[in-house]
């Protein structure tokens, strides 16, 4: 019988790691709105191309480091790998704040900057397992859908912050002795040093190893190599492998639409309405604080539905969900969005008074330029080729979007996270759940480079339904596996569905 003690510190622990789990998002999203217009503030060579692979980069460095903290915290104790990933991405955070100080390769810099942040982030794996392992079956669908909510609600409100920081402006204040600037750029990135450095304290002073199996019942030790040998028969049976692959499958296309949504959002908005680095950057954070504010309501709503309709159905719901929301994305009308007249030389558009003679690419755009009413160009830059063609996305229609996806991420994020630990069973889970995490860091790789290219060379139309064929395989591939997404120890009798 677990004593109230143990029943209180083994709780303590589990909250420690969902703050983890929020600071690791955060440490994503923070810098997600920002990333484009301070990139091209530092190194005016980046192009749309390169700043997908600087938000893709949080996630290879991810990917690498999810199967190694996963390991690591199956065969020794969870405090390891989760106080050396904090701070390592504490030290990223700061390498990010002095990216502007070298003459030359700043973006290249930033890239390393990302990668680091995101290596310092594969601690979910081990965030992941722990929480797994120190629930039993009742509490864990909680318990996991606290998780990802936290995670869910660090990757939304990382921009809030961001936004926060827009009041201090792009110059902001220049410490000269340490060379640091501390401006809309730089200042989110320390403040989330600050909480890494809070996270490791809070590990060292709180935080304590805790197991129990799927009935409550305590384990004398956390870690595989000493607790395999005293596993009960309860734990005996083969993992459904099928439904693990589809699990991660589809986790995988969740976190590439959210990656697609998040990056894309500051050049979209600045292509469409004519915004300003600053405009995009403030604009998207309010509209992303509101869609935090409606995530938290989705994730006390869905802890209770999920034990009337079961996770299964609710997952089926959020795929739908998203799946409106990029359709209505798609560009519709016909008016055209404006040009950047900084980008159109003066020998780019024929001299000539007749209208008919103006070639097809240029007549139309030309006679709506961005006004001159900034320094910084705005508008559609004429680099890319489909803002001659392709119909303006209204703002309506985006912030309709911003609901839709807001709504069904997070209720797709918990579900997929609740249904994999329920499929494992007892078992430790440090290897699987960080090839679960890898399939999610591997979605945030290809996401913004996918977006990122598709979107400069073929636009909004060609990247929105392409997102939208994306999730439509993913419905077909849960229609199939569906019944195979039950729990371990439901799947083998020893607890009723």
Known sequence: VETQM???SRWRSIRIMYLTMF??????SIVIMSVWPYLQKIDPTADTSFLGWIIASYSIGQMVASPLFGVWSNYRPRREPLVVSSAISVAANCLY??????????????????????????????VRSYIAGATSLTERTSAMANTSACQAIGFILGPVFQTCFTLIGEEGITWKLIRLQLNMYTAPVLFGAFLGVVN?????????EHRVDDMGRQYGSVNFAEESAGLDEGTE????HVAVVAINFLFFVILFVFAVFETIATPLTMDMYSWTRQQAVLYNGIILCVVGIESVIVFMVVKALSKKTGERAILLGGLLIILAGFFILLPWGEKLPNLQWQEI????IPQTTSTEMLTPALSLPAMNLAPHSTAEPVGCPVTQPWCFNTPKIYLAQYISS??????????????SYTLYSKILGPKPQGVYMGWLTASGSGARILGPVFVSQIYTHLGPRWAFSLICGVVIVSLFILELVYKRLIAFSVRYGRVQE
């Open 237 to 240: 049976g083969n993992v459904d």
């Open 23 to 28: 600071l690791s998002s955060v440490g994503f």
């Open 97 to 126: 704040a002095y990216v502007h100080v070298p003459h030359s390769y700043n973006k290249y810099y930033m890239l390393t900057a990302r990668a680091l942040v995101g290596f310092g982030a594969g601690n979910v794996a081990a």
């Open 200 to 208: 490791i304290i809070l590990i060292f002073a709180i935080f304590r």
């Open 402 to 415: 911003d609901v839709l996806i807001g709504l069904g991420y997070p209720v797709c994020n918990v579900m």
């Open 345 to 348: 030389k003066n020998n780019s």
């Open 6 to 8: 143990h029943y209180m």
